[in-house]
């Protein structure tokens, strides 16, 4: 579309004149992730880029604990968000006031949390995770704290599916995901019905009767490699949409079907708003230096383990 194009290439020009990245998250729409993204990928690479770029300004095309989790591995840059809006129901489901009450309860066991998290709760974690590396850091976490149970929060999916594959005991929160939880079975049964050869590649943050009725679960970038990787000739993936629409062109042979959920929070990120954004420097996302610090502790040992 010649709307598109214009814009695309005016942000590709503010992003010279400003020094400017996108890091942009595997839900955006095509025409950002492919158009305008710098970095492309799942919360682990992004978090992992945005700690890399030279860049002194970083434009966050995603949600609002991604552009915190940008800020604190890169307090000396300028992280912008298209959209303060942007937030997230797995984010908004706990406080730092409830990971210490928490604390409290439980002491003397580590704390756990996903990255889809505010940085006043990050600033009370241990060690971060993401759905790419939940199993490994619950392990490290027990082995170092020297403890068979550890605090896994928020997401209660995420939390019960890495239960399923440790024997490390999980204190799990109530969080969920509004897109994944919204996936049923039916949803599933329905498809192997339409298409009995298609592939079915889950989010950990679904309800885990979805990922036992799935074929493979993963992080958005395991289910890219994945689909990558072995080019099944059908395949659902059970997660939000732009997914699909994102990685299609890559695998031309292979056709994705399934039900579509999408993210509204994701979807307040437009390329009108990221061209705003660049135009005028807006809006700046920062995070208090003492939270900023301790929450960098927390994402940085994430970072740092082993592959
Ligand atoms: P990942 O990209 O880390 O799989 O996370 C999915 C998600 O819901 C991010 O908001
Ligand atoms: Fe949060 Fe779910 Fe949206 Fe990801 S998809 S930003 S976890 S509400």
């Given at each position: 579309w010649p709307g598109q194009a214009r814009l695309i290439s005016e942000i590709n020009r503010l992003k010279r004149e400003r020094d400017a990245v996108i890091l942009a998250h595997?839900?955006?729409t095509p025409e950002i992730f492919h158009?305008?993204?710098d970095y492309v990928g799942d919360s682990l690479g992004l978090a992992k880029e945005a700690a890399r770029s030279d860049a002194k300004v970083i434009v966050q095309a995603g949600v609002h604990f991604m552009a915190e989790t940008s800020k604190i591995l890169s307090p000396e840059k300028t992280v912008l968000i298209?959209?303060?809006?942007?937030?997230?129901s797995l984010a908004s489901s706990i406080t730092g006031a409830d990971v210490r009450l928490i604390k409290q309860r439980y002491p003397g066991l580590p704390v756990v949390t996903y990255v889809n998290t505010t940085a006043d709760v990050k600033a009370e974690t241990d060690i971060c995770c993401t759905s790419a590396n939940a199993v490994q850091v619950v392990e490290w976490a027990a082995r170092e704290w020297g403890v068979d149970r550890v605090i896994l929060i928020p997401d209660e999916f995420l939390a019960r599916n890495v239960a399923a594959q440790t024997t490390v005991g999980i204190i799990a929160w109530?969080?969920?995901?509004e897109v994944h939880k919204r996936f049923t079975v039916q949803d599933i049964a329905d498809m192997r019905d339409a298409w009995p050869d298609a592939e079915v590649l889950a989010h950990p943050e679904c309800p885990e009767e979805i990922l036992a009725a799935s074929d493979f679960a993963g992080s958005t970038a395991a289910m890219t490699d994945y689909v990558e990787q072995r080019k099944p000739k059908r395949v659902v993936l059970i997660?939000?949409?732009?997914m699909a629409s994102n990685i299609k062109g890559d695998v031309p042979g292979v056709e994705f079907v399934g039900p579509c959920n999408l993210c509204p929070h994701m979807k307040r990120i437009t390329l009108e708003n990221i061209r705003d954004c660049l135009a005028h420097m807006q809006f700046e996302v920062t995070v208090p230096q003492e939270m900023l610090e301790r929450g960098r502790l927390a994402v940085q040992r994430m970072i740092d383990l082993p592959p």
């Open positions: 595997n839900y955006m158009g305008v993204g298209p959209d303060l809006r942007a937030g997230c109530k969080g969920h995901c997660t939000e949409c732009s």
